[in-house]
């Protein structure tokens, strides 16, 4: 990859006018995915030119899920933009208590990597309570309005530590796979169907819930990526066509994370 050439554009893209404060410079997360089925939208994370990840409550059936990767501005075709169908989805479930939110997608075909579309690392490690880390998704950041925004948003949020998290949140709720990051206030939170954390250039949170830009007691609450590097890996190097596996938890250490 040329990464001048990266460089120069990326840099060009951030002259452009912003529709507000915190909208993200154009093209700055390249690893930002939006996947459409059947009127419903969500965003994800390309890990892989072949991998999408995504929280479970975004799952759908195989060949009903389009991936828009190198999107920025969903009103307007920037030129910039691969639509792939999703050919095979792999939950980690089950959904609710014991708590697992991924899904991995296949794509049917590799995503080609251009300045605009490239794949995020897995982390290395997990996220430090007080790091500031970057959120981006296509919400709201004003309680006001809808959980809609043409062009993504991007705000910096500190991750919180686990003991705050607990006392936050019920304890059931919380099962040692999941940080939470920001203080969800007026001033600096986004709200939506799904958001991404990235820190330190690794991804290491997808959007399990929040309170909305409305409650400023309350954190947002994500999947902790730095805990399933062993299972997204596996799966990856295992995948088999039309292969789908469910994995359950049976205690706060499982096998596979």
Same mark, same amino acid.
């Given at each position: 990859?040329?990464? *001048? ?14 529709? /507000? ?8 997360? !390249?690893? $930002? ?11 994800? @994370?390309?890990? /892989? ?9 975004? @799952?759908?059936? &195989? ?8 999107? $920025? ?8 933009? =691969? ?16 708590? $697992? ?8 075909? !590799? ?9 995020? &690392? ?19 950041? %004003? ?6 925004? !043409?062009? *993504?948003?991007? #705000? +910096?949020? !500190?991750?919180? %530590? /686990? ?22 206030? +007026?001033?600096?939170? *986004? ?8 820190? %330190?250039? =690794? ?6 819930? %929040?309170?909305?830009?409305?409650? &400023? @007691? $309350? ?12 299972? #997204? ?14 994995? +359950? *938890?049976?205690? +706060?250490? &499982?096998?596979?994370?």
């Amino acid at each position: 990859m040329n990464f *001048l050439l990266l460089a120069v554009i990326l840099g060009l893209a951030g002259a452009l006018p912003l529709q /507000d404060s915190k909208e993200c410079r154009p093209h700055s997360q !390249p690893w $930002h995915v939006i996947l459409r089925s059947e009127g419903r939208s969500c965003s994800g @994370a390309l890990i /892989d030119p072949r991998w999408i990840v995504t929280s479970f409550a975004c @799952a759908t059936s &195989p060949y009903n899920t389009i991936a828009t990767l190198g999107e $920025h501005d969903l009103s307007v075709a920037e030129g910039t933009e =691969q639509d792939i169908v999703v050919s095979d989805v792999i939950q980690h479930g089950p959904y609710r208590s014991p708590l $697992h939110s991924l899904t991995l997608m296949r794509l049917s075909q !590799p995503a080609r990597i251009t300045p605009y579309v490239q794949p995020i &690392p897995l982390p290395s490690r997990c996220a430090l309570p007080g790091e500031i880390c970057s959120v981006s998704g296509w919400g709201t950041t %004003d309680p006001d309005q809808s959980n809609y925004s !043409p062009r *993504l948003k991007c #705000i +910096t949020v !500190p991750v919180v %530590d /686990d003991q705050t998290c607990v006392e936050t949140f019920p304890e059931y709720l919380y099962w040692g796979v999941m940080v939470c990051a920001g203080q969800n206030n +007026t001033d600096n939170c *986004l709200s939506g169907s799904s958001t991404v954390m990235v820190c %330190d250039g =690794q991804l290491q949170g997808l959007k399990w819930f %929040d309170h909305g830009c409305s409650d &400023p @007691a $309350h954190p947002t609450v994500y999947s902790e990526m730095c805990k399933y590097n062993g299972w #997204i890996k596996s799966m990856m190097e295992n995948y088999a066509p039309n292969f789908q596996t469910t994995t +359950t *938890l049976g205690s +706060t250490n &499982p096998p596979g994370l």
